[in-house]
């Protein structure tokens, strides 16, 4: 099975989305890479975080130099500077954002094995124009038409999947990503997807995984 890290590997040890969670997950071989979060700060930087508030406080009101202070929070860069081959899949969770910005930060690093995914449509297109040097794709696009889907990979919630729709996307080697795993024996079905998972699977207990 291959196996991305949800908001890094964590295993009851490191906090979610922290370098030290990436680096877990770079580290274990039975993990094909990690998703995480970024949001935009007051001042355009992207910092490393799922939710828009951060102890009560909206993260798009405040400049990294207080967030970094004050939480710690790790930037977009600090990820892609990990040495590492494998997939780093990355959540854009703001709508409005420096693109051009962002871009300049993709392409520095297109070296490393990047994935890039938002459930906004318009993010990922607008990626598109600015001709994003990693992979793009959309999540929850399985509410849309597949025959009319053209990007590099698609992020499916798993109860909703099957092996046919899988296979209209691997047909146009789309690269399919499922997620919202609640119980690996009946779940972990198929071999040729990747499964965003909050913990790797030891043995056939349940797992909860929700982005």
Not at 32 to 57: L, M, P, Q, W
Not at 144 to 158: H, K, Q, V
């Amino acid at each position: 099975m291959k196996y991305i890290a949800h908001r890094g590997l964590r295993e009851n040890k490191y906090e979610e989305n922290t370098i030290e969670a990436f680096q877990n997950a770079i580290e274990n071989p039975n993990v094909s890479g990690f998703e995480f979060d970024i949001r935009v700060t007051k001042d355009h930087y992207f910092v490393v975080h799922h939710n828009a508030f951060i102890k009560g406080e909206l993260i798009k009101n405040k400049t990294y130099r207080y967030l970094k202070k004050e939480y710690n929070l790790p930037l977009l860069s600090d990820v892609l500077k990990l040495e590492t081959d494998k997939i780093m899949l990355i959540e854009i969770k703001d709508t409005h954002l420096p693109f051009k910005k962002l871009n300049r930060l993709l392409k520095k690093y297109s070296y490393r094995n990047l994935y890039v995914m938002s459930f906004h449509n318009s993010v990922i297109y607008k990626l598109c124009e600015y001709r994003c040097t990693a992979k793009l794709g959309i999540l929850n696009y399985i509410l849309n038409s597949e025959a009319d889907y053209n990007l590099d990979f698609i992020g499916l919630i798993n109860d909703l999947s099957n092996r046919k729709l899988i296979d209209n996307y691997k047909k146009r080697e789309v690269e399919v990503f499922l997620y919202g795993v609640l119980n690996e024996e009946k779940d972990l079905r198929y071999e040729d997807v990747y499964y965003i998972v909050d913990g790797i699977p030891q043995n056939r207990n349940a797992l909860q995984n929700i982005l």
